[in-house]
């Protein structure tokens, strides 16, 4: 005596997002895989030669197995919109332009308090007047 639900083989498969002709094709190929079905029977089902099934079949376990290799852990990084790049770019603009106004203010102010150290020739002209 077995409990808990009974198994849903190939009919998990009414459950998933995709078009009827994927669903069936997914259907079919589980069916044989769980022998519920002969080759010949999938074949005719989906009205398609041997090789092709098993071309088909061989394409879905491949994708599966891909599909199930282990990944790194955590949420993928997230990929930044052409719009947030932009935005990132500006901002970074935007503070390196404030930062170049800001040298800017200093040197104005030390020029203004130091004329000396920014025109050493109109010093030395005020210093020569002085000694004579």
Do not use: Y
Not at 2 to 13: D, M, T
């Amino acid at each position: 005596m077995s409990r808990g639900r009974p198994p849903e083989g190939a009919g998990l498969v009414e459950n998933l997002e995709g078009s009827e002709p994927a669903k069936k094709r997914l259907r079919v190929i589980l069916e044989t895989i769980t022998g519920e079905k002969t080759v010949r029977e999938a074949c005719g089902e989906l009205g398609m030669g041997k090789s092709a099934f098993h071309k088909l079949r061989s394409e879905f376990l491949r994708g599966a197995v891909e599909d199930l290799e282990p990944k790194s852990a955590g949420r993928p990084r997230k990929e930044g919109s052409p719009e947030e790049d932009r935005v990132a770019r500006l901002e970074a603009e935007v503070r390196m332009l404030r930062a170049e106004l800001d040298v800017s203010h200093v040197k104005e102010e030390l020029m203004l308090a130091m004329p000396q150290l920014f025109n050493p020739e109109r010093a030395s002209k005020k210093k020569g007047r002085g000694k004579k």
